[in-house]
């Protein structure tokens, strides 16, 4: 089968110097355990995508909404 976009091992990290975080990971290290040793966050942890033509695709995640109120 054909894939319109196809990716694999995606990785998000949020915060300076991701590259300490790949290093964490690969010594085996939770997401939470990487938070809070680096402050890095892993938004998206080797993610495999295959997505057809015509397909919609959506990685969601959490974001902050602050409101000002008067």
């Excluded at 990971?25 to 942890?45: D, P, R, S, W």
């Excluded at 990685?59 to 000002?68: D, K, P």
């Amino acid at each position: 089968m054909s894939f319109k976009i196809e990716v694999k091992n995606l990785y998000k990290i949020f915060g300076d110097h991701p590259n300490q975080a790949f290093k964490l990971i690969n010594k085996g290290l939770t997401k939470e355990q990487i938070f809070n040793k680096t402050g890095l966050a892993i938004g998206v942890k080797d993610a495999n995508l295959a997505i057809k033509e015509g397909e919609i695709f959506v990685i969601m995640g959490l974001y902050r909404v602050q409101e000002s109120l008067p």
